[in-house]
């Protein structure tokens, strides 16, 4: 039996628990008219006239190949067949079964195209989400004046905000609507992400990029759940592996605006010394168009009538699916098609009508209050019916899927831009060169020093003057009578050395670069306070291109999962691509250059997104229609935290050993590959 919902009802005749819209009679649940409405001749579409229906032939008559239409029936009537000869069906079963066959009626065309677009481009935006920190981080820390602590807080915001995004949202929109909750959730995301450009501090600027995060994390379980309910059993596997692409493309937008926007340091202004718009903020503000123009789109887009059907709004589901059934047909050709459902059966509930009795009376404040605490009752209780006797073995396989799949994947995402950069780091301090015991007199430096080591030097009377100091250590050395001006210091450190009269004159010198010094009559003059983002220094492009080509990379493997998920099946996927995937982490031990890490990556990310494909279309398909988006939203919740885990251990050993993230890697993907081959085969099963 089904676990109540939350919509306002009426209440209706009788003992039955099934409301019913319509008229007539009709069999499996719903009525069809006998036959379609008498039209005079001269009514007949333009796109028909001219043919002759009896001259038609089905193209594939020739090769003995059925028609679709008579496929159908003969699925509808073995359907039929199997009800009549087994045992009794529940209530939710034969509303499943009734909700198949008129989205069969309806047909898969220009309505569900449409949706695809609206719903990926919110797929499209979570994509970007997690991009959009680590872009605009080698910037913001120099704008921000951000410490290591306060960096890494902020990356890990990230997936903690979504991972109370996809919980919250995921269990509201099983109780107040797919659409809804959708609209909400993304219009906090463009709202909060739209304020975070503009804050000029740390904490504003977290505390937006938080509440950023809490709305774009339920586009996941929203998305999926909200599509799957408007496709026909023979089309959802292909269809929702198609809509995994819009993540891909979130990647690939991500990763293309930033390099084009973020290195373009005139895109912006300034009020003042207080307010400075520079371009990295103009990056976060392009970051939010995706999620925009899917809010746009979604008002004119429909609640999910299946939703709708379970909440006993009969009237309100029943126009949705005319609305598809006329969309399509018209956009096909055949606008005389007539959608015959004349009425269609859905469970009653009871719900509505205890929080109705219970806010009838109070104020405003308080019948809000009674409501908000009812919704997050029922809430938390469609979580605990996930370990339900009937669906708990479903839930705790997924789940050790999801975190097992989400380990590996973002810990290596994490692993592999660290390890460039310590190849990177690697290479650079191999190029550094050693200065000791120099004596330099009377000398003018008018050249930058850059990956230098200076010990036991000795520098009198010299002027440093309009240059910069690049990785730049001196050691025990003496400096005495010298000039500093307009010098920036860029990881340049001094380690017990000595100053005797010397001057430092508008430069970024502090006190954290003096380790172990004396000063000696030596004086700081209009020094430069707080941090400045350098204008002139080249941004890093690399970030940009791995992100790039690892988002790229998925594209073959988002090809293939969907044109086979039906064929091969969900199962076979997600085994395979798990397991596959692991098979691939042991060539990691090779990765002893930049451009073997950067392929290694692109090999992992093409081969696990089969994997990720078919574990969100078994999610979808695994729970009932009343739970399907709680479900979705708790296994997302996990997987994030799993995120944060995996890319928290493996960064950790960057620089100190391989091994450990390639074994840990390994064991996840096949304790989830061989628990996902025990999953039951998902293809031919309707919704519940």
């Known amino acids: 039996m089904a676990d109540p919902y939350q919509n306002n009802i009426h209440h209706q005749g009788g003992g039955d628990r099934y409301g019913t819209y319509g008229e007539g009679g009709g069999h499996d649940g719903y009525g069809y008219q006998a036959d379609y409405p008498p039209q005079e001749e001269d ?18 008559e020739y090769q003995g190949i ?11 009537a073995a359907r039929a067949k199997t009800r009549a000869a087994g045992s009794a069906v529940s209530e939710l079963e034969e509303l499943s079964e009734q909700y198949q066959d008129i989205m069969e009626d309806c047909g898969h065309g220009k309505f569900q195209w449409t949706l695809f677009v609206v719903l990926g481009l919110a797929l499209m935006a979570d994509g970007v989400e997690c991009f959009v920190v680590a872009f605009v981080l080698p910037s913001a820390e120099k704008d921000l004046c951000l410490s290591n602590a306060e960096k890494g807080m902020l990356g890990l915001m990230v997936f903690l905000s979504m991972m109370v995004g996809a919980f919250l949202w995921g269990g509201l929109a099983d109780k107040v609507g797919r659409r809804r909750c959708l609209i909400v959730a993304l219009a906090i995301n463009c709202i909060f992400a739209f304020l975070s450009s503009f804050a000029q501090d740390y904490g504003f600027f977290l505390f937006f990029r938080l509440l950023s995060g809490i709305g774009i994390g339920g586009t996941v379980p929203i998305v999926y759940s909200y599509f799957s309910e408007f496709l026909q059993m023979d089309k959802r596997g292909e269809h929702l592996s198609w809509l995994c692409m819009f993540w891909m493309i979130g990647g690939i937008y991500a ?68 609305q598809v059934h006329d969309t399509n047909w018209r956009a096909k050709g055949q606008p005389e098609k007539v959608f015959t459902v004349t009425h269609i059966k859905a469970p009653k509930t009871a719900e509505d009508e205890f929080i109705e009795i219970q806010t009838a009376t109070g104020t405003a404040a308080q019948r809000w209050a009674v409501r908000s605490l009812t919704l997050c009752k029922l809430v938390l209780r469609n979580v605990a019916s996930l370990l339900s006797a009937e669906l708990r073995f479903a839930t705790l396989f997924m789940a050790i899927i999801w975190f097992c799949m989400a380990f590996s994947y973002y810990g290596l995402s994490v692993w592999f831009p660290d390890m460039i950069k310590h190849l990177q780091y690697e290479e650079y301090q191999s190029k550094v060169k050693v200065f000791h015991k120099e004596r330099v007199e009377k000398f003018h430096f008018n050249f930058s020093l850059e990956n230098q080591i200076h010990k036991e030097g000795e520098y009198i009377q010299d002027k440093f003057i309009s240059i910069e100091m690049k990785s730049v250590k001196f050691e025990d050395s003496l400096f005495e009578d010298c000039s500093f001006e307009d010098v920036k210091f860029t990881d340049t450190i001094f380690e017990n050395c000595t100053f005797r009269f010397t001057v430092f004159s508008n430069t970024d010198v502090w006190e954290e670069k003096f380790i172990n010094c004396r000063l000696e009559n030596t004086t700081f003059e209009h020094n430069k306070h707080g941090c400045h983002l350098d204008t002139v220094e080249e941004n890093d492009v690399l970030i940009y291109l791995v992100s790039f080509l690892g988002s790229l990379a998925v594209l073959p493997g988002n090809i293939i999962s969907a044109l086979f998920m039906e064929k091969i099946g969900r199962v076979k996927i997600i085994g395979g691509s798990m397991l596959i995937s692991a098979g691939c982490t042991f060539f990691l031990f090779l990765s002893f250059s930049q451009s073997a890490i950067i392929a290694l990556q692109c090999l992992f990310c093409g081969v696990s997104v089969a994997a990720w494909n078919g574990i969100e279309v078994v999610t979808v ?42 074994l840990l890697s390994f064991a996840a993907l096949v304790c989830g590959g061989l628990v996902a081959l025990r999953l039951p085969d998902t293809r031919e099963k309707i919704l519940q």
């Not at 009514?43 to 594939?60: F, P, R």
């Not at 930033?258 to 290195?263: L, T």
């Not at 296994?635 to 890319?647: E, F, R, T």
Request: aromatic share 12%; hydrophobic share 45%; with cysteine.
């Open 43 to 60: 009514a007949a579409s333009d796109v028909t006239e001219g043919h002759d229906e009896e001259d038609q032939m089905y193209e594939g």
């Open 255 to 322: 990763s293309f605006t930033a390099w084009g926007v973020i290195p373009r340091y005139g895109w912006g202004f300034s009020m003042g010394t207080e307010f400075q718009f520079h371009s990295w903020r103009v990056f976060v503000l392009v970051a939010a168009l995706p999620a925009i123009a899917s809010l746009v789109g979604l008002t004119f887009m429909p609640e999910s009538p299946r939703f709708l059907l379970e909440n006993a709004k009969h009237d309100e589901a029943w126009m949705i699916l005319k």
């Open 66 to 76: 059925p028609h679709p239409d008579e496929v159908k029936a003969a699925q509808r």
């Open 621 to 662: 398909e695994l729970y009932p229609t009343s739970k399907r988006a709680t479900a979705f939203g708790v296994l997302n919740a996990l997987c994030k935290l799993a995120a944060v885990l995996g890319s928290s251990i493996f960064s950790s050993f960057v620089g100190v050993t391989k091994a450990v993230p390639i």
